[in-house]
């Protein structure tokens, strides 16, 4: 193996091809980039949204209580006031595709239904992917706060 010799650096002969090979190598393989071949797609740009979850003298809400997202996204769903709090989406009304989507999307389920787990502590969060989530609309509830109309609605692109 002469190319691992120390004579090769000492030499200026060898030095010199080593240097214009690798040169070679580097350019080919930056010329074959895109010649010959459409280019790829980009990926997607993963966005996590952020809905507060209120609860004061106003009512108990989702802030914003709509949230357009493309598939893939994420929501983060915060505590701020009002606790508790979680987000709950009605297993009776929703696909069997959504459901099972979201089954595997909704980390620390209450059982087997669609319901986040309870956010009990100010600042406390809970975040649901939307991978996989085909285009729609999803409507969503807050289990203790039902009867107080917190209610919201993604709508997925």
């Keep these: 193996m002469k190319y691992l010799d120390f004579d090769l650096l000492t030499r200026p002969t060898h030095w ?14 930056l010329s074959i980039g895109t010649k010959g071949r459409a280019m790829e797609a980009q990926p997607k740009i993963v966005t996590t949204h952020e ?3 209120l609860g004061d003298a106003d009512g108990y809400r989702y802030d914003p209580a709509e949230i357009t997202a ?23 009304t929703a696909s069997a595709e959504f459901r099972a989507v979201m089954m595997r999307n909704m980390p620390d389920r209450l059982n087997e239904s669609l319901s986040g787990k309870m956010l009990l502590v100010i600042g406390e969060s809970y975040t649901i992917s939307l991978q996989g989530v085909s285009p729609g609309t999803y409507d969503f ?3 203790p706060h039902l009867a107080m109309n917190q209610r919201g609605r993604i709508i997925v692109r």
């Design 16 to 29: 010199r091809r080593l240097m214009t090979g690798g040169t070679l190598v580097v350019t080919y393989l």
């Design 70 to 92: 493309n598939s893939g996204d994420s929501i983060r769903f915060v505590n701020v006031s009002g606790r508790p709090h979680n987000v709950s989406f009605d297993t009776a």
């Design 51 to 53: 809905v507060r979850m």
């Design 141 to 143: 509830h807050c289990l």
